[in-house]
């Protein structure tokens, strides 16, 4: 089982930019496929980034493709999204998330274990 912990979000402007980091308990995160949703307010959750075991192989949503970076640092059990170009509609609760499986998922139910979020708000 590993526990997620996010933060580093705020409130920036349009334009701007943000570093959010998920720190992982236990010692198999590098065991895990990593990602990252949010969820705006009276939407649906949706999938922003992932990223595989050993960081090399990433995937995009077509709505951050380009803006957001998603890494990861085995050493430390942390997971990055870097954002950048940060627009009003980015603009949610921003989750990361774990599961034991290979592939490149999108779908949040696939994914087994969640952080409790942390509040991005981009202002225009």
């Known amino acids: 089982q590993v526990q997620l912990v996010e933060s580093g979000g705020g409130l920036v402007q349009a334009g701007g930019s943000l570093r959010l980091s998920c720190a992982a308990s236990g010692r198999t995160f590098s065991s895990y496929t990593m990602g990252w949703f949010r969820q705006a307010p009276e939407k649906e959750r949706e999938f922003v980034a992932t990223i595989n075991r050993n960081g090399g192989s990433t995937y995009y949503a077509d709505s951050v493709k380009g803006r957001f970076t998603i890494s990861r640092d085995n050493a430390k059990n942390t997971v990055y999204l870097q954002m950048n170009s940060l627009k009003p509609e980015d603009t949610a609760v921003y989750y990361c998330?774990?599961?034991?499986?290979?592939?490149?998922?999108?779908?949040?139910?696939?994914?087994?274990?969640w952080g409790q979020g942390t509040q991005v708000t981009v202002s225009s």
């Open positions: 998330a774990a599961r034991r499986t290979l592939g490149r998922i999108t779908t949040a139910s696939e994914y087994d274990y």
